[in-house]
Each structure stands twice: as C-alpha cells, then as structure tokens.
C-alpha cells in the first residue's frame, strides 16, 4: 500500500514538507523519467506550452519546481467529497478549517493563483510509485485509453476510506507524454473513473492496451 508522507515533529511544517517532497519527487521522477516507461514506452514530459523534455540538457531551473508546485496545488477551491482530515497533516491546512481557499501557502503559475493542497502534496510522491507498480503487474493500477488522454489509475479500498490517485499521459506514436497527476477527491469525478477501471476489470474494449494489471 502507498504511504502519505507524514512529517517528524521537527518538521512539521509546510516549508520542510514541501522540501522533502520536491526532493523524492525530483529524484525518483522528474530526474529518472527518461529511464521509466509506460507499456514499454518512454515517459516525457511536457508543462504548459513548452517543448518536450526528452532529454535532461538545457532544462530550466526553475522548469521541475514550477510543475511540482502544480502537482501539489489546486487553481481554485475544490470539493472534498472524501475524508481528508484523517491524518496529521490535515491540521496545516488554513487552520483546519478545510477553506482550500485560505491555505496559508500560495503560489502562481503561469498567472494563475493557485493554493497548495495539503493531501495532494503528502501524495504527490505516489507518481513514480505507481508507474513502477503498473509495470510489475500490481493488482491495484490500471490503465484505461480514451480518445483523447491515457489514465494511469490506482485504486484501493481500505477500512478507513477508498484511495483514487490518477496519472493523466497524452499518447504520441511511440512515446507517453505526462501531463498531470492527482488525487481524485469528488464523487462526479470518481464516479466517472471508477467507471472506466470496471470497464478494464470487464475487460471490455477500450484500446489495444487495455488489460487487467
């Protein structure tokens, strides 16, 4: 089972969460992305309107923050239809009166103000777990392709509540371009994942890589 990062007492704040997480993230994704594959296929990486990062030379600096900030906040307020206040960490956000809006950490991207989310950035470090979960058959991701975005899903349910965390590619010839990944908190939203992972379970037709991991 995945784990949330849960800080030490002695870094229980967001400026030492969000270094450590950028940290697991830089390494075991952004900086070994060019190694990992999705069905056999190479993972690149596109954000915004820049061009694909298909090798690790002339990145900017500040390239990887900016798209790790993006993985861990939201654009605007969100409905937690889930219960994100079962761990510690939940005591961070804007006092813990769940007002995504009042998050106490802000950022813009692209000019575009966006807060950070306390329970997607204690599971942000998920990405590349789950990817290297998939390629060894894990019973708990599955791979659905629509017409239009490839969806990297892992479910499960446990006693306390279900885990839906998404990883969304575009599908380019012989490549997989990462656009984005996040956990799926409200019930329109899971409901139409759940039902593209009932139909890889059904083992309907949904493209040439649809299979029951």
Known sequence: ???I???PKDKFDIESIIKRQYKEVNEKFFQRRPEMTIEGKPII????EKKLLESMDDIPDNYFYELFFHLCTNEQYRDFEINCSNVAVYKLCAGGNRDCNKVPYTIFIKNKKRYLCMYRLCRVHWISKIIDEYNNGSDFTYFYESSSNSYLMYYRNT???SILYLIVFTRDR???IFK???P???SKDRKRFMGYIKNVKQNKK???LSRIC
């Open 159 to 161: 006693r306390r509540n």
């Open 184 to 186: 799926v908190t409200s």
């Open 1 to 3: 089972m995945l784990n």
């Open 180 to 182: 984005t990944a996040y």
């Open 206 to 208: 949904t493209d040439s």
């Open 45 to 48: 990486i596109q954000f915004g």
């Open 174 to 176: 012989d490549k997989y």
């Open 5 to 7: 990062y849960i800080p």
